[in-house]
Nanobody
Framework: QVQLVESGGGLVQAGGSLRLSCVVS????????MAWFRQAPGKEREFVAA????????SYADSMKGRFTISRDITKSTVYLQMMSLKPQDTAVYYC?????WGQGTQVTVSS
């Protein structure tokens, strides 16, 4: 059974950076399509970025392109989300997802 544990969230000023981590257990991440989503207060959960199992190719939501980078370290069974040039509107709970399995989320708060 796949389990996901996110970490790395916190409070950062606008313009700052954070790196989120998602540690995966139960299956090798090279066999999983992995994604990050986020949910801001009062809003629906939205797609942020994905990395695909066999090729390692990536996909991003348009508003995150150029600022966010998804990557993986197969040896550490970890998927990362590097976030740069953060804006207050990036404030949300960020979730890691592997197929139909969700992590518990990690809070990111960007102050203006």
């Amino acid at each position: 059974q796949v389990q996901l544990v996110e970490s790395g969230g916190g409070l950062v000023q606008a313009g700052g950076s954070l790196r989120l981590s998602c540690v995966v257990s139960g299956r090798t991440i090279s066999t999983l399509n992995m994604a990050w989503f986020r949910q801001a207060p009062g809003k629906e959960r939205e797609f942020v970025a994905a990395i695909f199992s066999s090729t390692g190719s990536t996909s991003y939501a348009d508003s995150m392109k150029g600022r966010f980078t998804i990557s993986r370290d197969i040896t550490k069974s970890t998927v990362y989300l590097q976030m740069m040039s953060l804006k207050p509107q990036d404030t949300a709970v960020y979730y890691c997802k592997a197929h139909s399995v969700w992590g518990q989320g990690t809070q990111v708060t960007v102050s203006s």
